[in-house]
Protein backbone atom coordinates (compact mmCIF):
# COMPACT_ATOMS: atom_id res chain seq x y z
CA UNK A 1 0.00 0.00 0.00
CA UNK A 2 0.72 3.41 -1.01
CA UNK A 3 1.52 5.90 2.14
CA UNK A 4 1.90 9.44 1.89
CA UNK A 5 2.88 11.67 4.73
CA UNK A 6 1.40 15.41 4.53
CA UNK A 7 3.56 18.19 6.72
CA UNK A 8 2.88 21.21 4.68
CA UNK A 9 3.08 24.96 6.86
CA UNK A 10 0.45 27.71 6.12
CA UNK A 11 0.58 29.34 2.79
CA UNK A 12 0.83 32.87 3.64
CA UNK A 13 -2.31 34.48 3.63
CA UNK A 14 -4.23 31.92 1.38
CA UNK A 15 -4.53 28.67 3.31
CA UNK A 16 -3.99 27.47 6.76
CA UNK A 17 -1.62 24.09 7.07
CA UNK A 18 -4.99 21.98 8.06
CA UNK A 19 -6.77 23.30 4.58
CA UNK A 20 -3.41 22.31 2.73
CA UNK A 21 -3.30 19.36 4.59
CA UNK A 22 -7.32 18.61 3.09
CA UNK A 23 -6.62 19.42 -0.27
CA UNK A 24 -3.50 17.33 -0.73
CA UNK A 25 -5.65 14.59 0.75
CA UNK A 26 -8.43 15.14 -1.75
CA UNK A 27 -5.82 15.45 -4.72
CA UNK A 28 -4.07 12.49 -3.34
CA UNK A 29 -7.11 10.09 -3.17
CA UNK A 30 -8.03 11.10 -7.36
CA UNK A 31 -4.89 9.01 -8.19
CA UNK A 32 -4.32 6.36 -4.86
CA UNK A 33 -7.90 6.22 -3.84
CA UNK A 34 -6.48 3.11 -1.09
CA UNK A 35 -3.40 5.28 -0.14
CA UNK A 36 -2.85 5.38 3.62
CA UNK A 37 -2.75 9.12 4.47
CA UNK A 38 -1.06 11.04 7.12
CA UNK A 39 -2.16 14.35 8.38
CA UNK A 40 0.44 16.58 10.34
CA UNK A 41 -0.02 20.18 9.89
CA UNK A 42 2.95 22.45 10.74
CA UNK A 43 3.85 25.57 12.23
CA UNK A 44 6.45 27.33 12.65
CA UNK A 45 5.45 29.95 15.43
CA UNK A 46 4.35 32.94 12.92
CA UNK A 47 0.89 33.30 10.96
CA UNK A 48 -1.20 30.26 10.93
CA UNK A 49 0.25 29.34 14.45
CA UNK A 50 -2.77 30.26 16.67
CA UNK A 51 -5.20 28.75 14.32
CA UNK A 52 -3.05 25.52 13.98
CA UNK A 53 -2.84 25.38 18.16
CA UNK A 54 -7.22 26.12 18.49
CA UNK A 55 -8.38 22.55 18.29
CA UNK A 56 -10.86 22.63 20.33
CA UNK A 57 -14.59 23.81 20.40
CA UNK A 58 -13.86 25.23 23.89
CA UNK A 59 -11.20 27.47 22.17
CA UNK A 60 -11.64 31.07 21.69
CA UNK A 61 -10.54 33.60 19.21
CA UNK A 62 -10.49 36.65 20.73
CA UNK A 63 -10.53 40.49 18.79
CA UNK A 64 -9.11 43.14 20.67
CA UNK A 65 -7.62 46.53 19.46
CA UNK A 66 -3.93 47.10 21.25
CA UNK A 67 -1.28 49.80 21.90
CA UNK A 68 1.38 48.67 19.13
CA UNK A 69 5.04 49.00 20.25
CA UNK A 70 5.06 52.24 18.05
CA UNK A 71 3.15 54.56 20.87
CA UNK A 72 0.13 56.16 19.45
CA UNK A 73 -0.43 53.04 17.38
CA UNK A 74 -4.02 51.22 17.62
CA UNK A 75 -3.31 47.74 15.96
CA UNK A 76 -6.54 45.58 15.21
CA UNK A 77 -5.04 41.95 16.30
CA UNK A 78 -6.31 38.80 18.27
CA UNK A 79 -4.89 35.73 20.30
CA UNK A 80 -6.40 33.15 21.66
CA UNK A 81 -7.45 30.95 24.25
CA UNK A 82 -7.14 27.31 24.60
CA UNK A 83 -6.99 24.36 27.23
CA UNK A 84 -10.50 26.05 28.71
CA UNK A 85 -9.25 29.38 28.59
CA UNK A 86 -5.56 28.48 30.84
CA UNK A 87 -2.91 29.20 28.05
CA UNK A 88 -3.41 32.08 25.66
CA UNK A 89 -1.46 32.12 22.52
CA UNK A 90 -0.34 35.59 20.38
CA UNK A 91 0.87 35.91 17.05
CA UNK A 92 3.39 38.50 17.05
CA UNK A 93 3.74 38.63 13.36
CA UNK A 94 0.25 40.05 13.53
CA UNK A 95 1.71 43.11 15.21
CA UNK A 96 5.25 43.17 13.35
CA UNK A 97 5.34 44.40 9.55
CA UNK A 98 1.99 43.63 8.79
CA UNK A 99 0.22 46.13 10.72
CA UNK A 100 2.91 48.51 11.92
CA UNK A 101 5.50 49.34 8.74
CA UNK A 102 3.49 48.51 5.70
CA UNK A 103 3.08 52.76 5.33
CA UNK A 104 6.69 53.47 6.62
CA UNK A 105 9.20 51.09 4.41
CA UNK A 106 8.71 48.90 1.17
CA UNK A 107 8.80 45.49 2.04
CA UNK A 108 10.00 43.03 -0.61
Given at each position: MTKF???PDSFKESMTARVACQSMTEGIRKIYPEAEIVQIPMADGG???LDY???SQNDEKIHEQVMGPLSKTLIN???G???E???AVIENEKIGKNCLFKNK???I
Open positions: VLAEGTLMNCHYLIEGKTWNF
